[in-house]
């Protein structure tokens, strides 16, 4: 099977999911650093920049899942609807 993407639907992927891992933490009441902390980072920059997918940064898995026991949800509830 092919399967056919663009590299601007991945780009859409991963600022979606930027999108929504802030939309929680702003739920939360938990700032940038907070978040980072919590996961285990001394800097904000990785948040910072994933939420925006700035220089392309983004959340791996690892981070994904870290994130997903923080606010306890699903992992599902951090990725785009198709």
Request: charged share 30%; net charge positive.
């Amino acid at each position: 099977m092919d399967a056919k993407f663009t590299k601007n639907e991945v780009d859409e992927f991963y600022m979606q999911i930027g999108k929504k891992v802030k939309e929680y933490r702003i739920k939360n009441n938990m700032t940038q650093l907070e978040l980072s902390y919590a996961m285990g980072y001394k800097s904000v920059s990785l948040v910072s920049a994933a939420e925006l997918y700035k220089n392309k940064k983004h959340f791996n898995l690892e981070h994904i899942y870290k994130i997903s026991k923080i606010f306890n949800i699903e992992i599902s509830e951090l990725l785009p609807k198709k």
